[in-house]
């Protein structure tokens, strides 16, 4: 039986919209703040949540996506909620937190509270083995063809090959000191790696599989608003970690599939909202290229990846242009028009900018589907759970 979420219904005809989720899908959601954008996001979340087969992982850079553990509480909701089968309720969500979440959120009354509510709430740290050398450099900003940058690769490339992944920033330091260099290239680097520590995102005691802490039967929620973005790019160093270990499993994972060997990994769901602060267009991040590789190659290994933003012409051309799906809400920059228009197949006529700035109340959207090879004008369903994306 086919797997299809339903993001809404078609106003002519009136029918129910569908997106298949059968198979690995690049989708593209994006709209101005106010018309839907992270509801819609919410919506196909729930979908995916309710079929329960698949791994999903949101980024949530601004912390609204943690209600989904409430039902929706509009007075209306049962009854618009029947017409799709379901029924107002609290999703599971497995709440990852960078760092300590004591720390982060400030107070242990708030754990508490998000306990009593049904989320589970677990911190989040990086192997600093799951860093390349490579991603290193690029997290201090620093070149490899000079005197830090080599140095600090050296370091990396050492401990990687003498210790495998079982190595944390004390190791990287020791081989610092160990390397052949000027007494003041080495104190730099070693500066930089205590401040690192300080961010208190890395491991400290032992290496632990980032998959662990992914929950199959939750929703998998990144609360990154706990992170400035800063100066060092820390939340898209998250992203990139966390894209790149899921990248190579899901990939070993692929070849024992076709082998007819046991795996227990998942396919997986990854939702970016704000996506052009993780792949801008026309500047490098920490985070970019592997959300790019995720966007071209990871159909085979099934990854799937939705990317949403207020600024679709902010994010890089090499990932909207792998979106077969689109979910367009209301835009008004001159350059989101002119980026949406871009994507536009050879099914699509001239109207299409015309049909989006005729978009009036939230929740209103033109979903375009290249395989299908149709544009409707849609109205997003009511969420099941509670959306938290208003404004204080």
């Known amino acids: 039986m086919e797997k299809s979420a339903i993001i809404g219904k078609s106003i002519e005809p009136v029918e129910k919209t569908t997106i298949s989720c059968d198979k690995s899908q690049r989708i593209l959601v994006c709209g101005k703040t106010g018309t839907g954008k992270s509801y819609t996001l919410g919506v196909l979340i729930e979908e995916l949540s309710n079929f329960g087969e698949d791994i999903v992982l949101a980024v949530d850079p601004q912390g609204i996506f943690w209600t989904m553990a409430e039902p929706n509480q509009i007075t209306e909701?049962?009854?618009?909620?029947?017409?799709?089968?379901?029924?107002?309720?609290?999703?599971?969500?497995?709440?990852?937190?960078?760092?300590?979440?004591?720390?982060?959120?400030?107070?242990?009354?708030?754990?508490?509270e998000l306990a009593r509510r049904g989320l589970f709430v677990q911190g989040l740290r990086l192997n600093p083995s799951d860093l390349?050398?490579?991603?290193?450099?690029?997290?201090?900003?620093?070149?490899?063809?000079?005197?830090?940058?080599?140095?600090?690769?050296?370091?990396?490339?050492?401990?990687?090959?003498?210790?495998?992944?079982?190595?944390?920033?004390?190791?990287?330091?020791?081989?610092?000191?160990?390397?052949?260099?000027?007494?003041?290239?080495?104190?730099?680097?070693?500066?930089k790696l205590e401040m690192a520590e300080d961010w208190q995102i890395f491991e400290e005691h032992q290496y632990r599989e980032i998959w662990e802490i992914l929950q199959p039967n939750a929703i998998n929620i990144l609360d990154l608003s706990v992170i400035a973005q800063g100066r060092y790019g820390l939340r898209n160093l998250v992203v990139a970690v966390l894209a790149n270990f899921i990248f190579e499993k899901r990939t070993?994972?692929?070849?024992?599939?076709?082998?007819?060997?046991?795996?227990?990994?998942?396919?997986?769901?990854?939702?970016?909202?704000?996506?052009?602060?993780?792949?801008?267009?026309?500047?490098?991040?920490l985070s970019k290229e592997i959300i790019i590789r995720w966007a071209k190659e990871g159909r085979q290994p099934g990854l799937s990846l939705v990317v949403a933003s207020q600024q679709p012409s902010a994010i890089d051309s090499e990932v909207l242009t792998q979106c077969g799906i689109r979910i367009i809400h209301r835009i008004t920059s001159k350059e989101d028009y002119k980026a949406v228009n871009a994507l536009s197949q050879d099914f699509l006529d001239d109207s299409l900018v015309s049909r989006i700035k005729n978009l009036t109340g939230p929740g209103q959207t033109i979903m375009i589907d290249d395989e299908k090879e149709t544009a409707v004008q849609v109205l997003v369903r009511l969420r099941q759970s509670n959306h938290g994306g208003g404004s204080a």
């Open 132 to 191: 390349s050398p490579e991603m290193w450099c690029d997290l201090f900003n620093l070149d490899i063809n000079e005197l830090q940058g080599i140095m600090l690769f050296k370091a990396v490339r050492l401990c990687k090959k003498k210790l495998k992944n079982n190595f944390l920033i004390p190791d990287i330091a020791d081989q610092i000191i160990k390397l052949d260099g000027l007494d003041k290239t080495k104190e730099a680097l070693l500066r």
């Open 77 to 112: 909701a049962t009854d618009k909620l029947q017409e799709y089968n379901l029924l107002p309720k609290g999703f599971r969500v497995n709440l990852l937190v960078p760092g300590d979440p004591l720390e982060r959120y400030g107070s242990s009354d708030i754990i508490s």
């Open 252 to 285: 070993i994972a692929r070849r024992r599939e076709e082998l007819g060997l046991a795996t227990d990994m998942r396919k997986v769901w990854l939702f970016i909202d704000e996506a052009h602060n993780f792949c801008p267009s026309g500047k490098s991040t």
